[in-house]
């Protein structure tokens, strides 16, 4: 089993800065992706960035390019989305999930998901 732990999200004006965290423990092994997703009331999960844990490998949705990046921290084995110049349209509960095939924007190809963490952007 993968546990999943997101935390960091919270209320910011438009403009302002947040990064979030997720913590992988459990049977994870050096093959992975972390992707991040996020979900606003009423619309479908999208997808906003991913790393392959091995290779470093990254993507990242249109909508995020140049604002959000995506890390992570070896020894922590912890993924880091840090996110700037945020819009009130980025308000949504950020999930981040693992995959062990391909890194893929779909969320049905992730194995394991995060309890979520919400991000509030205001106006």
């Known amino acids: 089993q993968v546990q999943l732990v997101e935390s960091g999200g919270g209320l910011v004006q438009a403009g302002g800065s947040l990064r979030l965290s997720c913590a992988a423990s459990?049977?994870?092994?050096?093959?992975?992706?972390i992707g991040w997703f996020r979900q606003a009331p009423g619309k479908e999960r999208e997808f906003v960035s991913a790393i392959r844990w091995s290779a470093g490998r990254i993507y990242y949705a249109d909508s995020v390019k140049g604002r959000f990046t995506i890390s992570r921290d070896n020894a922590k084995n912890t993924v880091y989305l840090q996110m700037n110049s945020l819009k009130p349209e980025d308000t949504a509960v950020y999930y981040c999930?693992?995959?062990?095939?391909?890194?893929?924007?779909?969320?049905?190809?992730?194995?394991?998901w995060g309890q979520g963490t919400q991000v509030t952007v205001s106006s």
């Open positions: 459990g049977r994870t092994s050096s093959s992975y992706v």
């Open positions: 999930a693992l995959d062990y095939g391909r890194l893929g924007v779909d969320p049905k190809e992730y194995d394991y």
